[in-house]
Antibody
């Protein structure tokens, strides 16, 4: 059974940093693109970033370029999102999802709140 | 960036009725269009990809059609579990983008 479990969310002040993790199991992690998608409270879904199987290609939404970094550790079956210079508008539930462009498998999400 | 626009934003439907949701892209996305269902407090669920291919385990009452810039999701006979938010997503170009969603409510 495919499982994706996010962790690392929480309350952070504007300008602060947070690192999200996604632990994957039930499939060959190194064979799939992986993605982060977020959803602000009461709002729609927003794609954040995707990473290729070997980490050689990464794509980001413009609003996080230069502030967020997606990475992966295939030996640990884990996906990461390093978030720096956080802003109030980054407040959202962050989901990890399997595949790069269409997502049949999602985690349960982790809430990031950026507030002073 | 390709902007995805969904209409209507919300609609009220009686159980058993047929309903059609629309999604428009600001430029052609070919057939690279997916639909998701999201219930409150849950992660999205993939319904349709490639405009018209149902994802694994999705009931046949869900169908998708369209091409280029105009797409529709049809639910042939609404069941109680279908009352949710539906959103479309294009994956023809980076950045990948979603529509704002259509909320299907019980009439």
């Amino acid at each position: 059974e495919v499982q994706l479990v996010e962790s690392g969310g929480g309350l952070v002040q504007p300008g602060g940093s947070l690192r999200l993790s996604c632990a994957a199991s039930g499939f060959t992690f190194s064979s799939y693109w992986m993605t982060w998608v977020r959803q602000a409270p009461g709002k729609g879904l927003e794609w954040v970033a995707s990473i290729k199987q070997d980490g050689s290609e990464k794509y980001y939404v413009d609003s996080v370029k230069g502030r967020f970094t997606i990475s992966r550790d295939n030996a640990k079956n884990s996906l990461y999102l390093q978030m720096n210079s956080l802003r109030a508008e980054d407040t959202a539930v962050y989901y990890c999802a399997r595949e790069g462009s269409v997502w049949a498998y999602w985690g349960q999400g982790t809430l990031v709140t950026v507030s002073s | 960036e390709i902007v995805m626009t969904q209409s209507p934003a919300a609609l009220s439907v009686s159980p058993g009725e047929r309903t059609t949701l629309s999604c428009r892209a600001s430029q052609s996305v070919s057939s690279n269009l997916a639909w998701y269902q999201q219930r409150p407090g849950q992660a999205p669920r993939l319904l349709i990809y490639g405009t018209s291919t149902r994802a694994t385990g999705i009931p046949a009452r869900f169908s998708g059609s369209g091409s280029g810039t105009e797409f529709t999701l049809t639910i042939s006979s609404l069941q109680s579990e279908d009352f949710a938010v539906y959103c479309c997503q294009q994956y023809n170009n980076w950045p990948l983008t979603f529509g704002g969603g259509t909320k299907v409510e019980i009439k």
